[in-house]
């Protein structure tokens, strides 16, 4: 990178959009791309489509963008982000998911990372676009708050070298979440290191409104942590370990807490051990939610994430038994889609 750029040659980024009936958040993503500061660089294009019916195809044609169809009987987010950066030619790759919207200069304003020789992904802050149109997404805002520095991982918005990204070989397209972890795993093997820089990146349109959404959303993470976590298990170097194992004790404890309390006042014949569970749940959620302070200023939504935090276990500990359960079947997962068209 630093070699090309000194030597005098244009560089080229190369914006890697995918999308599968994403309708008018498609038009709004290549919209802001079309319209980012491209001071210092030349730009290409390119529209991964995952079977979508709804005319995205032709809208991101219309649009100016080159458009790659893919009609896999597994759809997954690494299997259209692989396609997309294969067939591109810029030294960089910015990754983008068709329900995000990009900031006008993100891009011209962090291609200087890459001049530290170890950095191989910069990505920087992604939050929602209509935080107070449910209480799902105001909550769910907070979880694109990291503290800006060296990370072990990035989401699926971000700048990639296309050199690293052809080292190891790009996504794993087996898996249908948690992607972008396990490829900053192996990029991490390598040498090269993943930095989170202090800008706004994307504004991001997550479209929950119900609990069902919420739900599987919420599976689909913990799906990804049994996952993962197996393929790195027997490694020098275990990924989602702990984490696996933490949400199965959280969720183990607190289903465990609330059959105990309701079979009590059954018992009893008294509403005492469902007060007192009802206590340590709001301390317990009060104690997230301090810890996450330095996320925002909104009371409500730090009240909020701090239920959250202990609610989502349980739909994660859900969504790591299917994958078990899958597993030990011989059954592949498909994609897991929250969001309507």
Request: glycine share 8%; with cysteine; aromatic share 10%.
């Amino acid at each position: 990178m630093k070699t090309e750029l000194q030597a005098g040659k244009p560089l080229k980024v190369s914006v890697v959009v995918i999308g599968r009936n994403e309708g008018e958040r498609l038009r709004r993503c290549l919209s802001s791309v079309f319209a980012m500061d491209r001071t210092g660089f030349e730009t290409e294009v390119i529209y991964v489509d995952s079977g979508s019916t709804d005319g995205s195809t032709e809208l991101a044609r219309s649009m100016g963008a080159q458009a790659i169809v893919l009609k896999p009987e597994r759809p997954s987010a690494a299997l259209g982000r692989n396609a997309g950066w294969r067939a591109a030619v810029g030294d960089i790759v910015l990754f983008l998911d068709g329900d995000t919207v990009l900031h006008p200069r993100f891009v011209v304003d962090s291609l200087s990372e890459f001049q530290n020789q170890e950095v191989a992904v910069v990505w920087g802050h992604r939050r929602e676009l209509y935080p107070k149109s449910s209480i799902y997404i105001r909550t769910l805002d907070l979880d694109w708050v990291y503290a800006p520095g060296w990370t072990l991982y990035c989401g699926g918005d971000a700048l990639f070298l296309r050199e690293v990204l052809a080292k190891v070989e790009g996504f794993d397209e087996t898996l249908i979440a948690g992607e972008e972890p396990e490829l900053c795993r192996r990029i991490s093997s390598l040498g090269f290191r993943i930095l989170h820089v202090d800008r706004p990146m994307t504004g991001h349109d997550l479209a929950i409104h119900h609990w069902r959404q919420y739900w599987k959303r919420s599976a689909r993470a913990g799906h990804a942590y049994a996952e993962v976590s197996e393929r790195y298990r027997d490694t020098e170097q275990a990924f989602w370990t702990g984490e696996s194992k933490r949400n199965r004790n959280r969720a183990i404890m607190w289903s465990g807490i609330t059959v105990i309390s309701a079979i009590t006042a059954l018992w009893i014949h008294h509403l005492w051990p469902i007060g007192i569970l009802v206590f340590f749940m709001a301390a317990g959620a009060l104690r997230s939610a301090w810890k996450a302070r330095w996320k925002s200023n909104d009371t409500i939504a730090l009240a909020l994430y701090g239920v959250h935090s202990h609610l989502q276990q349980i739909p994660i500990f859900v969504g790591q038994m299917q994958y078990w359960i899958n597993h030990r079947r011989g059954k592949r997962a498909m994609l897991v889609e929250y969001k309507q068209s």
